[in-house]
């Protein structure tokens, strides 16, 4: 049986366009109708207005080839311009987007593309992108808004959540229309919904996982969280079983009897797959009991009012500064009074030592006295090399001295140089 296109499968995401207009497409495979919304644009800097559904995907093309004709100088009848383009997203008025939205471009020569899954608490508020087209060429700038209305699915959320780790898949490569719609019909012939939708798409990158090495056209591999109304088939069970969870465990490969489906264009890792059933999920939510550790509820906050009494801080600088110099003050007379009014003098000393000690004292000091003047009255001759070749002032050649008036043993080590 050959598969359907992917927007016949239910209304896996919100495919919009820059430049040729904006499609959304309704769900098919319930039997209620396709409804196909274009809005056309013919201004430049005219608003885009896009309506995707919470909880559903949401892609946006920024198509390069939309903005190459906004940037003088334009390109001559038959030239082909390929200038580099890079764009800049944020949110009207903040510097960064919406949690919820995610933009990625590869290269300054290829598309970028704004999505992201849409929450519930964004419902009935437009959200305004405002993007900033940069040609790298000649400087020139450009900006657009991009008007999201985000509006409620009457399915939303679906209960039955599959989360798959495609490993041969970059994130934008899987945004585009006709691989994701492959995808999403590939999980579909597995599942048997009557209802499918693409919830959300994640690079691995954003998951903690590495950049890969740039040989063999390695891949850092996508996450695709799908919804259905159905329970998971017994397929996509099988990776529960203790037999594949061991290999897992193991770091070895599951089987999986549908894994073939997907793997003549998708490399599912289905040790990673998640399967989540919200119809199961208890709500965690359990009453605070007051008890030890944690405080009682002090009411609402009051701040202070803004006519704040003035504060003398006189008494707290005498305090500070009077009380220190009071004690460093008694610390310095105290030490005044012992150095000073407590010594002994030498008068007083030499009453109370003996006669007898005194004289031995004063021959020591005579002694050493005339042993010095003796020292300083020895005539010797100093060898020539200590002796200085310049006058120290003038800079004159000092003569060198003769060794005729001296003994044989005061010889000069080095003779006299002429």
């Known amino acids: 049986m050959q598969l359907p296109r992917w927007w016949e499968l239910g209304d896996p995401c919100a495919w919009t366009g820059q430049g040729r207009g904006t499609r959304r497409m309704s769900p098919a495979t319930t039997g209620t109708f396709l409804l196909t919304v274009y809005t056309i644009f013919s201004k430049v800097h005219s608003d885009r207005n896009v309506y995707p559904s919470a909880g559903v995907l949401f892609v946006h093309v920024l198509e390069r080839e939309y903005f190459k004709g906004e940037f003088p100088p334009y390109p001559k009848p038959g030239e082909i311009s390929n200038d580099p383009i890079t764009f800049n997203t944020n949110l009207m008025g903040y510097p960064d987007r919406p949690g919820w939205l995610r933009y990625i471009q590869r290269t300054p020569y290829s598309d970028g593309v704004l999505y992201g899954s849409p929450t519930a608490e964004n419902v009935g508020k437009p959200t305004v992108i405002e993007i900033t087209a940069y040609n790298r060429r000649t400087f020139e700038t450009t900006r657009h808004n991009l008007i999201i209305n985000i509006m409620s699915a009457e399915d939303f959320p679906l209960p039955y959540q599959a989360e798959f780790f495609i490993k041969n898949m970059n994130v934008e490569e899987m945004l585009a229309s006709e691989v994701l719609g492959d995808f999403l019909g590939a999980v579909k012939n597995v599942w048997q919904p009557e209802r499918l939708n693409a919830i959300n798409i994640t690079s691995a990158l954003d998951r903690g996982g590495r950049v890969p090495l740039p040989i063999n056209d390695m891949k850092e591999g996508v996450y695709v969280m799908v919804g259905a ?190």
């Open 229 to 418: 109304d159905v329970p998971f088939s017994s397929c996509l069970r099988e990776v529960e079983n203790p037999q594949n969870q061991l290999r897992c465990s193991q770091e070895m490969e599951p089987v999986i009897t549908c894994d073939k489906k997907f793997r003549t264009q998708f490399y599912i890792d289905w040790c990673k797959i998640s399967l989540v059933d919200k119809t199961k999920q208890v709500s965690t939510y359990q009453e605070v009991i007051r008890g030890e550790g944690i405080l009682p509820d002090g009411g609402e906050y009051k701040p202070p009012s803004d006519s704040l009494k003035s504060r003398d801080y006189y008494t707290d600088f005498l305090i500070t500064l009077a009380v220190p110099s009071a004690v460093a003050l008694l610390l310095f007379l105290i030490l005044a009074y012992i150095m000073c009014c407590r010594r002994e003098g030498v008068e007083k000393r030499n009453m109370q030592t003996p006669d007898i000690q005194l004289v031995h004292h004063s021959a020591i000091q005579k002694s050493t006295k005339e042993l010095r003047d003796m020292s300083k009255n020895r005539e010797i001759a100093w060898p020539l090399s200590t002796l200085p070749v310049f006058h120290p002032v003038t800079g004159e050649i000092i003569p060198p001295l003769h060794a005729d008036s001296y003994e044989s043993t005061n010889m000069p080590l080095m003779q006299t140089q002429q």
